[in-house]
């Protein structure tokens, strides 16, 4: 039960973190400068703001008794320039309510920081019953204390008992955070960058695609990654270039000996033994071909723009001229970067494979998410699902469901399936809603 919670959690806190690079750096700073943040701002407002409001509060207190004291001392002659001085000087309104009484009990203490605190200071440093207005003024707060003879009433300034760095404070604090964050998020997008270019770079070489231009860039392992990168490109350019070099060399040692037996083949007549061997020439022919087009993989050929729906069209075309019963569908204009003389390789044996073993193809092709899907469907015997896979081997040839005598090298969707998967796509085979076999091809847009 415990571990199908924590499985839970994890795939909530997967869902709640950033996927990209980017964004888990910035989590990274983010969340310590956040804390940070809260931390500060609890401390202050604890402790700071406290202790400021608290001082000042006590301040008024100690001036309004200050007044009591010395209205004690000096006569009634005396009393009112005693106020107005001691008002000027305090920054306190003060009036006396002679032979008045307080109309209630002191109230309790709000929940207000500033309240608490006057109320607080009152207490201790004036020691006399008091009522205190707080609401009923914007900026300024009325306190009224109970004395022998009347009411002192004293009108106290607002700023006197609240303190405006803390609102500073405050804006200084998430002014700079956000500063800082928009400097990290530019230093961080500049730092994931060159890790972009890189993946971008990895994935047209995979494609088949030209990356001249590629240069490490960004911190020393990212640079150190893209120097990885293009020893492995050079290393595998290479090897392409090797293996083209050598199947020149191979396709020309076999094709003179052959050219010269089927002169000599010709020469000879034409009796029932050297119909037999011209079809083995011919035959050794075939496989040589299917052999080196297997092996060079058309990977000298150049990427470019081309029309999937006008090539379909040129194959299809190509196929009924034949014979075949082919039917074509293409949803709108499908446009990818490809080479176009393998992908068309690719799409004959696929047409001629099913034309081979069925009446009928039906062919689709559209747009699905950031693919486009090209599915090749026959109504005849099909694969069992056991051996789809084995068919995409080189020189497998099925003996079930598939007549050996009709053909073919066992290369064909050996090459199909290389050609797509060079695209950066795939080739399976599935069931066709015809009750044949379906080939479904996908390339990246």
Known sequence: ???????????????????????????????????????????????????????????????????IALREQVGPAQEAE???????????????????????????????????????????????????????FTNQVEVKIQLEDGVLHAVVPLNRLFSSSSYVFILYMVGTSLVLFAVATVFMRNQVWPLRRLATAADRFGKGQDVPDFKPQGATEVRLAAAAFNRMRARIQRQITQRTEMLAGVSHDLRTPLTRMKLQLAML?????????????????????????????????????????LLLRDVVGDARREGTAVDLHVEDRLVALVRPNALRRCLVNLVSNAARFASQVWIRAGQVGDMIEITVDDDGPGIPADRREDVFKPFFRLEGSRNPMTGGTGLGLTIARDVIRSHGGDLVLLDAPTGGLRARLSLPL
């Open 82 to 136: 005693l106020l107005r001085t001691a008002g000027e000087a305090m920054d306190l309104t003060l009036s006396i309510e002679p032979g008045q009484r307080l109309a209630a009990a002191p109230p309790p203490a709000s929940d207000r920081l500033i309240d608490r605190m006057l109320a607080r200071a009152l207490n201790e440093r004036v020691g006399r019953p008091y009522l205190m207005d707080t609401i009923s």
């Open 269 to 309: 007549g034409d009796a029932t033994e050297i119909e037999e061997l011209k079809g083995d020439v011919a035959e050794m022919e075939r496989m040589v071909e299917g052999y080196l087009a297997f092996a060079r993989g058309e990977g000298t050929e150049k990427p470019a723009e081309t029309d999937l729906g």
């Open 1 to 67: 039960m415990s571990l199908d919670y924590d499985e839970g959690e994890g795939r909530v806190l997967r869902q709640i973190v950033p996927r990209s690079l980017l964004g888990r750096s910035l989590l990274i700073i983010v969340t310590p400068l956040i804390l940070l943040q809260v931390v500060s701002a609890w401390a202050f407002y604890e402790r700071h703001w406290d202790n400021v409001t608290k001082r000042l509060a006590n301040s008024v207190a100690g001036d309004i008794s200050t007044v």
